[in-house]
């Protein structure tokens, strides 16, 4: 039965790295490989449980003959609820950010970003969306930064073609930034849960590659564009089914929601519990402000229908459930061995983590950047070793970990299917691969290969 759900999930991320051409929605089949992958595995349970947890199987049976139905029960309980409760505490972690930012945006807390871009010099333009979406990213969700710097992008750049140019730098700077932190990107965001890298150390490690990786292209990105940019301006006081609040209201809500995703790190430290519950603590803090300052509008009927955020919908769900399926799709292959007989095959042919690194890059250029840092990630478990040299690499913050974050994240940035940010701006502005890989991804390129470079030199 192995080979069979190798070969379900390899034509699953065949169609993940081909969605562009097939139009078929990655997050269908991620969750797809998921589920099937784990009816299959039970399908053939006893195989599995023998091979891989006759110790604990037995405990679990105590005495009692062993039947099809307990073998079930015993996946279902021992080895199932494991994988889910990893992947959720992902899901639940991204709901929380998301929840956040749209509660932010719908109260006008971002709106001093369009400020900042009252100006027609093309270059400004582009390094204050590049700086703002860059810092906005290290502290949110890149996908859900990427969404709403484009729609901001959107009113303002009324030339199709400067909104590709546009959009492409604010995807480069997304990816960069979400690189930077454990909380700005679903890669890095499971290699602190895992207790592989911690929050700290991972960032300063990362912040001179991921600036390379983010400047450099950008520098570049601005030669395309001319000297004057024209620029479209609508003022909109008062949007009826979000808010009107007042200035210190906004800067009250943009303190405890941006600051209170900064103190999860400690929070988590202190409690050591997952950090996703200090994403809802934040939250939940962030929502009973919104309901007190807006409660006046509540009765209004255009209030009522936005009581529930529009991130709840379909639309920006799908990512979560993306970082789910892939999740249970990486354990059903735990599970059954195979992961654990490639890496050693893997490690016989590949002894260098640098070069590991390096094929992660190119994969991540094709195949999505998340599933890529997965499938890395599952090749080896964090070793509690820090004085033999082969192993100190897969030790916590050792550099293998940093080069998963950094390569899957960024060489994302080449080709714009790599990444779901790169997605969102091909579907929003309908770029094609080879224009955004003649006009930028050679840049990109340029940039990542800078930026390992300089992670190989500090880390």
């Known amino acids: 039965m192995t080979p069979i759900i190798v070969s379900i999930?390899?034509?699953?991320?065949?169609?993940?790295?081909?969605?562009?051409?097939?139009?078929?929605?990655?997050?269908?089949?991620?969750?797809?490989?998921?589920?099937?992958?784990?009816?299959?595995?039970?399908?053939?349970?006893?195989?599995?449980?023998?091979?891989?947890?006759?110790?604990?199987?037995?405990?679990?049976?105590?005495?009692?003959?062993?039947?099809?139905?307990?073998?079930?029960?015993?996946?279902?309980?021992?080895?199932?609820?494991?994988?889910?409760?990893?992947?959720?505490?992902?899901?639940?972690?991204?709901?929380?950010?998301?929840?956040?930012?749209?509660?932010?945006?719908?109260?006008?807390?971002?709106?001093?970003?369009?400020?900042?871009?009252?100006?027609?010099?093309?270059?400004?333009?582009?390094?204050?969306?590049?700086?703002?979406?860059?810092?906005?990213?290290?502290?949110?969700?890149?996908?859900?930064?990427?969404?709403?710097?484009?729609?901001?992008?959107?009113?303002?750049?009324?030339?199709?073609?400067?909104?590709?140019?546009?959009?492409?730098?604010?995807?480069?700077?997304?990816?960069?930034?979400?690189?930077?932190?454990?909380?700005?990107?679903?890669?890095?965001?499971?290699?602190?849960?895992?207790?592989?890298v911690t929050p700290t150390n991972y960032s300063l490690s990362l912040l001179i590659p991921c600036l390379i990786a983010w400047a450099l292209p950008t520098y570049w990105v601005g030669r395309m564009l001319p000297e004057r940019m024209q620029t479209e301006w609508i003022v909109m006081p008062y949007r009826g089914d979000d808010t009107n609040l007042n200035v210190r209201q906004r800067l009250l809500m943009l303190f405890i929601g941006i600051g209170g995703l900064w103190f999860i790190p400690s929070f988590s430290n202190i409690t050591r519990l997952s950090p996703f519950l200090g994403a809802l603590c934040v939250l939940s803090v962030l929502w009973v402000v919104n309901e007190l300052?807006?409660?006046?509008?509540?009765?209004?009927?255009?209030?009522?229908?936005?009581?529930?955020?529009?991130?709840?919908?379909?639309?920006?769900?799908?990512?979560?459930?993306?970082?789910?399926?892939?999740?249970?799709?990486?354990?059903?292959?735990?599970?059954?061995?195979?992961?654990?007989?490639?890496?050693?095959?893997?490690?016989?042919?590949?002894?260098?983590v640098w070069m590991l690194g390096a094929v992660s890059a190119l994969v991540s250029t094709i195949l999505d950047n998340f599933a890529t840092g997965m499938g890395m990630l599952s090749l080896h478990a964090v070793q509690d070793v820090h004085t033999t040299a082969s192993l100190s690499a897969f030790a916590q913050d050792g550099e293998y970990w940093k080069i998963v974050g950094y390569t899957s994240a960024v060489a994302g940035n080449i080709l714009a299917i790599g990444s779901m940010s790169g997605l969102a701006l091909i579907k929003a502005e309908r770029i094609r691969v080879v224009w955004y890989l003649r006009n930028i991804g050679w840049k990109a390129l340029v940039g990542t290969m800078l930026g390992y470079l300089a992670l190989y030199i500090f880390v």
Request: hydrophobic share 50%; aromatic share 8%.
């Open 293 to 352: 300052f807006n409660h006046r509008l509540m009765n209004e009927e255009q209030m009522i229908q936005r009581r529930t955020p529009r991130v709840l919908q379909y639309g920006v769900l799908q990512m979560m459930l993306f970082v789910m399926g892939i999740m249970l799709a990486v354990g059903v292959l735990q599970e059954t061995g195979f992961l654990q007989r490639f890496t050693l095959l893997l490690d016989q042919g590949v002894q260098n």
């Open 9 to 196: 999930l390899a034509v699953c991320l065949l169609l993940i790295a081909t969605e562009s051409k097939t139009n078929v929605n990655k997050a269908a089949v991620a969750i797809f490989a998921g589920t099937v992958g784990w009816v299959l595995y039970v399908g053939y349970g006893t195989d599995f449980v023998m091979s891989r947890h006759a110790t604990d199987y037995v405990s679990f049976l105590d005495g009692a003959e062993s039947t099809g139905i307990l073998v079930k029960e015993f996946i279902a309980r021992h080895v199932f609820l494991k994988h889910v409760g990893h992947a959720s505490e992902i899901v639940l972690f991204l709901l929380a950010t998301m929840t956040i930012v749209e509660i932010l945006n719908n109260n006008g807390c971002f709106d001093f970003i369009s400020q900042l871009l009252k100006t027609r010099s093309s270059k400004k333009i582009l390094w204050r969306l590049a700086i703002v979406t860059f810092i906005i990213s290290a502290n949110l969700d890149n996908l859900t930064t990427t969404v709403m710097m484009l729609t901001i992008m959107h009113k303002i750049i009324p030339n199709r073609r400067y909104r590709m140019i546009y959009g492409s730098a604010i995807v480069l700077a997304a990816n960069c930034g979400g690189a930077l932190t454990v909380i700005g990107d679903p890669m890095g965001l499971v290699l602190w849960s895992q207790g592989a």
